[in-house]
């Protein structure tokens, strides 16, 4: 089964082609960085815009990189949310379209579970039964995960996200737009130990997580040390302080569901502090972790693509109807009945 996956829920344009029988075949991705700069943010009308002119051009740069027509997909599937409504309705409208036009079933996937199941794309997969930690800018969670569409919510973030909070704070120390990219590698030639900042709900007691306090503290610490040369210590410190967070809660979830399986999935997944730390702590107890691709951590085709593909193989129904949902919860993304 050849399928495409469209992924169109912020500022990246991602489109791939992933064939269940020899896997990926091609992706191509078009970030809009650039243009989002200028403004320090993600502005939604111009993500929207630019998802129009990207595409199409995507679509056929991959299908020319794999060698294939368009006439030999056998699906689509397509972001459905959570994200910018203008920005899912593009991928939307296209996918569905091109699924009418090709008489081929289209599919609206979960963009957390397209990052969720993303390290299954690497040469060595993690097996089912995981826990998976989802860090990016707007959500925060652990999972505990069973099988394609078998999702148990474990912990959430009770304000700003992993992702949202490294942005927040790198733009508190002046850092240009994507922030939590500047910050990490500011964080690389400062002294991680001359601050000391709070470690928020580290011994809560339950797996869900805070940040806003952490970034306030950085707020207030900045302060209180204006000088720019500082600002390397302050990003260190930071970083250091939000590694310690997702460590020790990912543990404690591994705990809790006496699983030896830990997959970090989603933009923040990239940091190579956190890569570090998990690694070793997960090391010490006899445990795996397993990260996807770094061109998969951040938004892609070939995540969609591939939980989409995976949905289609265990159910070979599509959801038909024309539908965004940019706010959606993953918890509720029912399991996919086989066939029987």
Known sequence: MLVLGIESSCDESGIALYDTETGLLGH?????????AEYGGVVPELAS??????????TRQVLTQAQRQLSDLDAIAYTEGPGLAGALLVGTGIAHAMGVALNIPVLG?????GHLLSPLLSSEPPEFPFVALLVSGGHSQLMHVTGIGEYTLLGDTLDDAAGEAFDKTAQ???LPYPGGAALSKLAETGNAQRFRLPRPML????????????????L????????????????????????????????????????????VAGGVGANKQLRAALQHATQK???????????FCTDNGAMIAFAGAMRLKH???????????????????VAPQTIS
Do not use: C
Not at 285 to 294: C, L, R, S, T, W
């Open 203 to 218: 011994h809560s007691g339950d797996l869900n997580f805070s940040f806003s306090g952490l970034k306030t503290a950085v």
């Open 28 to 36: 191509a991705l078009h970030t809009q960085i650039a243009m989002h």
């Open 315 to 333: 159910s070979g129904k599509t959801a038909g109807t024309f539908t965004v949902r940019p706010r959606w919860d993953l918890a509720s993304v």
């Open 109 to 113: 996937v979960h963009h957390l579970e």
């Open 220 to 263: 207030t610490l900045s302060q209180k040390n204006p000088q720019t040369t500082d600002y390397a210590d302050i990003a260190a410190a930071f970083q250091l302080a939000m590694t310690d967070v997702l460590s020790s809660k990912s543990l404690a979830a591994l705990k809790a569901t006496r699983s030896k399986r830990l997959v």
């Open 172 to 174: 508190l120390l002046g």
């Open 49 to 58: 815009r630019d998802h129009i002119r990207r595409i199409l051009p995507l």
């Open 285 to 295: 107890i006899g445990a795996k972790v397993y990260f996807p691709e770094m061109e």
